[in-house]
């Protein structure tokens, strides 16, 4: 009967291998340490008092003016300040108004030192654009008029009478609004003159750049 070679050493070593075998750690072939390691602790998920807290921590953030964005999220270019733009939501406001007065049918808020409309709207059946560039020409011509006789008055408006149109310029003398005026187009047979120069001059002095 053959005697394999694990029977043979089993009969020799028998007892001292299972004594060896219940140790707590052998040297592998290789002659590292085998030792059994602690398995991880488990990573429990949020409690809801803890979800609680972290949404808590974000509203005080977000009422303190904190980002609640990385740098590489966020997007700088959207960013506007007052400093840089005018209140366009103001003069979009002011428009409105101007054109709910009765017999306007069109409107613009421009800088006469550049000519460029800031807002403008209505149908007056011509280039808006090109009369606010024009008009500022007759604004600007005024103010050197003015100037060189010495009259040191401000310009309420200015009223231009056409056959079917009436034209009417307000000049922003605010702080806040310097350096504007504003272009109302009426139509003669639906427009009351004095009327619309009363909520002409209420409306400007609510304009703020």
């Known amino acids: 009967m053959r005697v394999s070679s694990r029977s043979q050493w089993w009969r020799r070593n028998g007892s001292d291998a299972d004594a060896a075998s219940s140790a707590p750690a052998a040297d592998d072939a290789s002659g590292r340490l085998a030792v059994d390691l602690p398995k991880a602790t ?17 509203w005080i953030r977000a009422d303190a003016g904190a980002p609640t964005t990385t740098p590489e999220s966020a997007h700088p270019e959207t960013i506007l300040t007052t400093e840089e733009y005018p209140n366009m939501s103001s003069l979009d406001d002011a428009l409105q108004q101007l054109l709910a007065i009765e017999g306007a049918t069109g409107a613009a808020i421009v800088d006469y030192a550049s000519g460029m409309a800031l807002a403008q709207g209505g149908n007056p059946s011509f ?49 806040s609004a310097n350096g504007l005026f504003i272009y109302l187009v009426l139509t003669k047979t639906s427009a009351n003159l004095a009327l619309a120069r009363h909520k002409l001059k209420a409306i400007a002095a609510q304009i703020e750049v």
């Open 42 to 58: 488990a990573v429990s998920p949020p409690t809801a008092d803890e979800q609680d807290l972290d949404q808590f921590v974000k």
């Open 127 to 175: 280039d808006l654009g090109i009369a606010a560039a024009g008009n500022s020409n007759v604004v600007r011509a005024k103010l050197v008029t003015m100037r060189d006789l010495g009259v040191t008055d401000e310009i309420d408006d200015i009223l231009i009478t056409l056959t079917s149109q009436y034209h009417l310029i307000n000049v922003l003398n605010t702080k």
